[in-house]
T-cell receptor, first 113, second 115 residues
C-alpha cells in the first residue's frame, strides 16, 4: 500500500530562520510527487511536481528536492506569510489508469515576525 | 481563467437527509477527483471520474455515497442518509487530459456539517 509520512507535524520558525520539511514515501512505482500549500479554510494550492530522483524545483523562498525515498521542502528566510500547512502527495504508476493522490497529514508551519 | 469551483461552500444537514456537492472543473479539464478531509486527518481519495465514466472509486464508502460527472454540467458527489461521521471538508480537484503526470488543481472545498 502506498504511504506518505510527513515530519515534523508542526514547526515554528522565526522570520528569516531557514529550515526543511520532510516527506518520506513508499510507493510501488512513482509517477509523480506533489507539494501543496493549504491555508485554513481553503483548498490545497499547488506548488511543485517532482518526477525523478535528483530533481529540484524552486519558487521564491521554496525549494523542493526528491530522492528515491523522500522529498524535502526547503524554506529559505521565511516570512510570516509563509505560515500554512504544507502537504506532500504521491501518485503511483498503475495499469488501471487511476491517478489518485495519496497524501501525508501535512506539516503545519508557523513563522513568527 | 477561473479555477475549480465548488458549491455550496458550507452545507448543514440533519441526520438522515441527503447532501449534494457540486464541482465545476477548470476550463479545458476533463478529469475530476473527489477527496475528503476529516479534522486532524490528511486528504483521502474518494473517486476519480471522466465525463460520463467512473474510472476509480476505490476510496468511496460502499453505501450511501455516489458520484457522477455527466456530459453536461458539474460533477456531483451525493451522500444519502447522512450521519454525523460524514461531517468533513470535501474537496474536488481537476486535471487536463493525460500527460506525464498531470497536476491536480483543487477547489475551495465544501464543508459539510451533519447535526
Amino acid at each position: 500500500e502506498d504511504q506518505v509520512t510527513q515530519s515534523p507535524e508542526a514547526l515554528r520558525l522565526q522570520e528569516g530562520e531557514s529550515s526543511s520539511l520532510n516527506c518520506s514515501y513508499t510507493v510501488s512505482g512513482l509517477r509523480g510527487l506533489f507539494w501543496y500549500r493549504q491555508d485554513p479554510g481553503k483548498g490545497p494550492e499547488f506548488l511543485f511536481t517532482l518526477y525523478s530522483a535528483g530533481e529540484e524545483k524552486e519558487k521564491e523562498r521554496l525549494k523542493a528536492t526528491l530522492t528515491k525515498k523522500e522529498s524535502f521542502l526547503h524554506i529559505t528566510a521565511p516570512k510570516p506569510e509563509d505560515s500554512a500547512t504544507y502537504l506532500c502527495a504521491v501518485q503511483a504508476l498503475t495499469q488501471g489508469g487511476s491517478e489518485k493522490l495519496v497524501f501525508g497529514k501535512g506539516t503545519k508551519l508557523t513563522v513568527n515576525p | 481563467n477561473a479555477g475549480v469551483m465548488q458549491n455550496p461552500r458550507h452545507l448543514v444537514r440533519r441526520r438522515g437527509q441527503e447532501a449534494r456537492l457540486r464541482c465545476s472543473p477548470m476550463k479545458g479539464h476533463s478529469h475530476v477527483y473527489w477527496y475528503r478531509q476529516l479534522p486532524e486527518e490528511g486528504l483521502k481519495f474518494m473517486v476519480y471520474l471522466q465525463k460520463e465514466n467512473i474510472i476509480d472509486e476505490s476510496g468511496m464508502p460502499k453505501e450511501r455515497f455516489s458520484a457522477e460527472f455527466p456530459k453536461e454540467g458539474p460533477s456531483i458527489l451525493r451522500i444519502q442518509q447522512v450521519v454525523r461521521g460524514d461531517s468533513a471538508a470535501y474537496f474536488c480537484a481537476s486535471s487536463p487530459d493525460r500527460g506525464k503526470s498531470e497536476t491536480q488543481y483543487f477547489g475551495p472545498g465544501t464543508r459539510l456539517l451533519v447535526l
